[in-house]
């Protein structure tokens, strides 16, 4: 466990609608200062995760702390601490953008000329500036969703929670949205991305924790995560098997049938033709063989489907 002044720290949080279980018992912690990534593939409850951050929501049961701030009994704190990004988009179509952030600047009580000036500001990084005065209706999706960007740092939280910004979006907004998330970072935000682009994560994030199913499947740093796919499978079709292996040999064997046999070998350390040269040692004749080799993406589809 870390220090309650963790910018994020979720004990067993249970959700559930009707008879669908949200949320089976959560439990995260994000430091101060991390770019953390929230994976999964839809459905698999980071959104009502995020909700229950920003106070949407209310959880079954569990505890959910912004900066140490409980979400339920110190909620304006929580909030306060937190700029959400929303992954659907929402607004009233009759407001212009500047209104839309006066609004959302109000509803922190930040009415004074200074946060003016850094509403403006996030309008120019955002590459709105001529787009201030025009209604909310007349914009482009990737307009509306830099309105979004802006509307969740009116209040410069410290902590920056990103729901899926790029999903749908143009590759030029997408490297944008990037760049911007990555500058938010080195200035001292906290960042949470929920991404089902595994290259993405895997591009910006720190640590990353996979869901599936209401439940965190693997939380890890980025390199550990990449290390579980440095597996390679081996497989090797053999005239028959016939005999004992070599212990070491033995140990990396996943199945084994009739006329083949297929290791699991870890990339690097592990070589083909030393496995190979065992398996001839050892009284085999190799008739075939071919390799298949994991990355992030079979770590991940591993994971959330579940399979052994
Ligand atoms: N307001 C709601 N009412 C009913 N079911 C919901 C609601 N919000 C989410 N769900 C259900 O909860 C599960 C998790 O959804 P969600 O948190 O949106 O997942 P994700 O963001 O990972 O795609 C899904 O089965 C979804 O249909
Ligand atoms: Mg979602």
Redesign the pocket.
Known sequence: MRAASDAITVTGLHKH??R?Y?LRGIDVQVGQGEFFGLL??????????INILAGLTHADSGQARICGHDVVSDYRAARRALGVVP?EIVFDPFFSVREVLAIQAGYFGMKGEENRRWREELLETLMLADKGDANMRSLSGGMKRRVLIAQALVHKPRVVIL?EPTAGVDVELRTSLWTFARRLHAEGHTIVL?THYLEEAELLCNRIAI?KD?CIAALDTKEALLRRALRKTLCVTVEEVVGDLPEALAAKVRRREAHSLEFSLQKGSDSIPAVLEALRTAGYTVVDIATDQADLEQVFLELTRGAA
């Open positions: 609608f009707g669908v949200a999964g593939p839809n459905g698999a409850g980071k959104s009502t995760l992954q729901d929920t869901m209401g």
